[in-house]
């Protein structure tokens, strides 16, 4: 029997631990595509941790009905279902973000993110905890889009939600909001923060290396006394 | 002649994983091997034209027709995931040799936006039956020409001295940047 | 067998709770998805014509183009929205004429994907005001690098000539249309 986690622990988890993009590699399509402005960001991880929310959760309570050959075709189709319910509201009430965030909503469908979480998560555990393992991705997932939008938007456009904020002597740059600095974007940000959970391992190490010294000296010290 | 520009436009100018942003998962999933990253987009391709006759027949001869569009989501994706699987099927029964070059790569394929996303901007544009076959091949060499030139690039990173942190998916993003700026020189060659 | 019989089954009910609830969100959705779309078409239309308080359509036109009232119903122009190829994809315009096809009251930028920083220029004001009472008699025209000198001339955007060119192509084709429809509709 595996040690029980706690519901916190399932939720924090996706914050950074199994972050969907930064160490999952997951959704990576949608980060690059609609993240030119931090409210397009926001928009659309909205909609997918809506999506991915309740697909986990229906998934979750009907995965010991659903016979394993047709498991993965049922998740599509739920999933699907969602995507469009999403797509469909968003154009009734929010026209402007579905004008700006185009064919993406559709693309959810195919977002690896829900379909890994579907099959690797929700069709193993409980409703409850499959809930807040799809709630923690999706905030992990909003977290990552809305810092790669700012980025984008501070120094593409000059503004932070709309909202200008750099000094009228900043001249934009104009490659950030290009194709081209999405890529960049991503792949700076991860590498800082493969950089950052390598120095935290590298001192880890450090300080067991130096527990276990100092743990030790202190018999060595007395026996050559 | 426009079925040409078609077929040039999605495959450089508009180039669906680097202009578009469709099907990055594969493009770093699979691009650190040259032969890899070829099988892998002439697999891409062939799924491809096949979905956009499907789904183009679907839609305009069983959606539409029956006012059900909004089941275009869950039709599509299922059409596709279908498509795969019989593709699959059906090279392993005609061809060994090319079953087990493109098999691996076929169940990744199904879960690639590119395909769906080809399919959902054919319904969108509105293209006819003869320039949605040219418009999937060309995005289907688009996707190629893209996965090939990472493959080849990775190929000489291996032997570059990439800080430790870099190496991976982000020194592929970071170079997936650079030439998505050169494939920007594109821009505008055809209006 | 029997496996094959439960796997329809579930497969069957999942199908008909995802279509039957999908069609539920979609009965609600629609009217609302076509006022948005027609609150949009109307937001344009009075946009380049300042004047206007309602507009008609214009019916067996081979592209779509409204007529625009003033608050006493006198007929004030046309309301013209066209679509043409820019640097990197369609243009969709809104052009606000006067009643004799003649004058450009203002144009406005409805959709366009054009290179940020660079073509999306077109969407700022000093660009756009240049089209307010452009003479279209004959065809508008761009030059580059120096100011309009003539009343139906503007002025191309420096680093974005093509989107300007394209603009200016979409205005004529559209002002030419339209002039062919109505004129000869008057003829009649």
């Known amino acids: 029997m595996k040690k029980q986690v706690t519901l916190l622990k399932e939720y924090t988890k996706g914050l950074w631990e199994i972050n969907p993009v930064f160490k999952q590699v997951l959704g990576m399509c949608p980060t690059l595509a609609v993240t030119v402005s931090a409210i397009n960001g926001i928009a659309m991880a909205l909609a997918t941790t809506f999506v991915l929310v309740l697909s986990s959760l229906i998934i979750s309570i009907i995965r010991k009905l659903i016979p394993p050959q047709v498991r993965i075709a049922s998740y599509i189709v739920i999933i699907a279902t969602f995507v469009t319910i999403a797509d469909l509201v968003m154009k009734a009430q929010f026209p402007e973000l579905s004008k700006s965030l185009g064919p993406f909503i559709p693309l959810i469908v195919v977002n690896c993110l829900i379909l890994g979480r579907a099959e690797a998560f929700a069709s193993k555990n409980t409703p409850v905890r499959a809930l807040f393992d799809s709630l923690g991705n999706g905030t992990g997932f909003l977290i990552v889009l809305f810092i790669i939008g700012s980025i984008r938007e501070i120094l593409g456009s000059g503004t932070i939600l709309g909202f200008h904020i750099m000094p009228l002597t900043f001249e934009p740059w104009l490659i950030m909001i290009l194709p081209a600095g999405a890529f960049l974007t991503l792949g700076l940000l991860m590498g800082l923060a493969n950089f950052y959970v390598d120095h935290k391992k590298n001192k880890e190490r450090e300080s067991i290396i130096e527990k276990f010294r100092s743990s030790k000296q202190l018999p060595t010290i007395e026996t050559e006394a | 002649m426009e079925f040409f520009l078609l077929f040039i436009s999605a495959a450089i100018i508009n180039n669906f994983v680097l202009s578009m942003f469709l099907g990055i998962c594969p493009f770093i999933g699979v691009s650190n091997k040259f032969s890899s990253a070829l099988s892998m987009g002439m697999a891409t391709t062939f799924v491809m ?143 | 067998m029997n496996n094959t019989t439960k796997m329809l089954i579930t497969l069957g009910f999942i199908g008909i709770v995802a279509g039957g609830s999908l069609s539920f969100v979609n009965n609600w959705a629609t009217p609302l998805i076509a006022a948005n779309q027609k609150a949009e078409t109307e937001r344009a239309i009075f946009l380049v014509q300042p004047e206007a308080k309602s507009y008609e359509r214009i019916d067996n036109l081979p592209f779509e183009a409204y007529k625009v009232f003033d608050e006493n119903k006198t007929f004030v122009g046309y309301s013209l929205p066209y679509e043409g190829n820019g640097f990197q994809g369609k243009i969709r315009l809104m052009v606000g004429l006067s009643t004799d096809l003649n004058n450009i009251i203002a144009m406005e930028v409805l959709d366009q994907i054009e290179t940020p920083g660079l073509g999306t220029k077109i969407l700022e004001e000093p660009f756009k005001d240049q089209f307010k009472n452009l003479n279209s008699s004959s065809p508008i025209e761009w030059v580059k690098g120096s100011p309009p000198s003539k009343d139906n001339e503007i002025q191309a955007i420096t680093g974005a000539t093509i989107s300007s060119k394209a603009i200016v192509a979409i205005i004529n084709n559209g002002i030419e249309g339209l002039k062919k429809a109505e004129l000869k509709g008057e003829e009649k």
């Open chain 2, 49 to 191: 034209v096949i979905t956009a006759v499907v789904s183009w027949l679907i839609w305009h001869l069983i959606l539409i027709p029956n006012g059900l569009e909004f089941l275009q989501i869950p039709s599509f994706i299922l059409v596709i995931a279908s498509l795969v699987q019989f593709v699959e099927m059906f090279i392993k029964k005609v061809s060994q040799p090319i079953y087990r070059a493109l098999g691996i790569f076929l169940p990744l394929i199904t879960t690639n936006c590119a395909i769906l996303g080809l399919a959902l901007l054919i319904a969108m544009k509105d293209y006819t039956f003869i320039e949605g076959i040219f418009f999937s091949l060309g995005a289907g060499a688009g996707f190629t020409l893209a996965l090939i030139l990472m493959a080849g690039i990775r190929e000489e990173l291996e032997l570059a001295d990439v800080p430790k942190p870099f190496r991976g998916a982000p020194i592929t993003l970071i170079v997936a940047g650079l030439l998505a700026l050169a494939f920007m020189g594109f821009a505008g060659m055809i209006s």
